[in-house]
């Protein structure tokens, strides 16, 4: 399987490669270069398999011989074992057709995880066959960096900074995550912008190539395609414990960068029988207009309850537009130009209405939040994350009678975001015991400008004595 970029101009590459470089040199996102099928015969055998064993049937035609079977499987194994649940990602039921897909089982406590332990060990195989290391950089709104930091941290082959939005913006949870790990190769950077501003400068990084050949910069944000592939997999799982491929399920995926929806956009182009795509966003709406008014225009970021989801550039769209016009990189390449330079760009009929088919999308104001915590909270005694949430809300509105069950992504533990849900419904959900103490551990963070120059030369003087 090889992959190709997204704006048509970068190398193409095998998935070892795309894995180990994130952002393609054109500036686009790399994808395979065709959807691999499952047979509904294929889909049906997933059923009853451990976690780990379908993960294995359904990613394996996109990793061509980057490991061996054995060797696959064993990393996998490694990257679920520490979840503290032994069916990796469950289903709960929440009302009569409706299911939570619980993603956040992993150490940090967030479906990033899900992806992120798989990343790591399959880093840590491949660079060591090649006997090489790297400077991972991250930007997170949150929940990436410490899913990151628990994936990379005391790696041999890897130094791993995390960029992140000082103040508030992040909770005191997702804060303490990155900056309690103890070992040296753990670097937490608080920068003084927003999430969007990290993440541009995590993209000038990756652009200026001389540095990002100097540090041997990787990219783990939710561009990396490895990352999205993680993701197919409960997407599967889930489908097929209810029913599929003999029976069509539809999800709501509360979503920022576009990432998670993607990944079942993905699986229903290997052959998943899903009914409807939904996309759920926070106050920090730019999807959902974008397929009402079928224009991409950035507004400013307003801190919403949700934080994860308080994005207005959304990288993984990239990849949607990409095949919305039938995969010419000269025509995503000119709507990037467009949103760098003018901050919005409008998309073609015909790719409008292509994306329609594809994705349905609402969105949830912070009230709006609160009250579906509370509500499931009443009617169920189930309490959720201000993520899910969301995605609990847009389906009640998206939901057209049938016998379709619903199943809604449950992003994040609701511990993660105490101060919003005991807001919500009066009770705080504590942590987990295997992280009780983490308000007692010391922190370690270097606080910095958002200037290019400036974070570029803490990373330089970091892994100096690596060169
Ligand atoms: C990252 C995150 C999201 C958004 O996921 P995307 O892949 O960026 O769409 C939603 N909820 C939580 C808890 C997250 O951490």
Redesign the pocket.
Known sequence: MKYVSTRGAAPELSFEEAMLTGLARDGGLYVPETWPELSKAEIAGLAGLRYEDAAFRIMKPFIGDTFGDDEFQDIIDRAYAGFGHEAKCPITQIGENDFLLEL?HGPTL???DVAMQLIGQMFEAALKRRGERVTIVGAT????GSAAIEAFRGLDAVDVFIMFPDGNRVSEVQRRQMTTPVEENVHALAVDGDFDECQARLKDMFNDFAFRDTVKLAGVN?INWARVLA?VVYYFTSAVSLGAPHRKVSFT?????????FAGYVARRMGLPVDRLIIATNQNNILHRTLETGSYTKAGVTPSI?P??D?QV?S?FERALFDVYDREGDAVAQLMDELQGQGAFTLSQGALQRLRMEFDSGDCSEDETSAAIATLYRMTGEVV?P??AVGIKVAADKRISGRVPMITLA??HPA?FPDAVEAACGLRPGLPARMADLFERPERLTHVVNDLVAIKDIILQRTAHER
Request: aromatic share 10%.
């Open positions: 956040f967030a479906f990033k709104s949150g929940d990436t939710s993701q995926v509360p979503t920022g960068n576009f990432g998670d929806i949700s994860s989801m994005i959304s993984n994350c993520h899910t992003t994040a993660k």
